[in-house]
Nanobody
Framework: QVQLVESGGGLVQPGGSLRLSCAAS????????VGWYRQAPGKQRELVAT???????NYADFLKGRFTISRDNAQSTVYLQMNSLKPEDTAVYYC????????????WGQGTQVTVSS
């Protein structure tokens, strides 16, 4: 099993940047694939970005290159760099992990709030 803790959320003005961190513990983190999800009030949770154990990344189409996911296996941490933030990016951001070959994200953090507002 793996435990996940997100950090780095906060209040930022439109056009600003934040970097979220997802720190893992409890298992061999490097073998896990990790995804960032978000959920805005009144909306369904949506996938933002994923990174495989080998570092292959995928992003939601709506991001249009504004976010970057990366991982540091030595630190057991996955990051989400968010640039050019918009008010519609306001949400609780969660990281999740799955252990291949499973396709299900079984492990979730508690979430971190990101608010984009002037």
């Amino acid at each position: 099993q793996v435990q996940l803790v997100e950090s780095g959320g906060g209040l930022v003005q439109p056009g600003g940047s934040l970097r979220l961190s997802c720190a893992a513990s409890g298992s061999i983190f490097s073998i896990y694939a990790v995804g960032w999800y978000r959920q805005a009030p009144g909306k369904q949770r949506e996938l933002v970005a994923t990174i495989s154990s080998l570092g292959t990344t995928n992003y939601a189409d709506f991001l249009k290159g504004r976010f970057t996911i990366s991982r540091d296996n030595a630190q057991s941490t996955v990051y989400l760099q968010m640039n050019s933030l918009k008010p519609e990016d306001t949400a609780v951001y969660y990281c999740a992990a799955r252990r291949p070959p499973s396709s299900t994200y079984n492990y979730w953090g508690q979430g971190t709030q990101v608010t984009v507002s002037s």
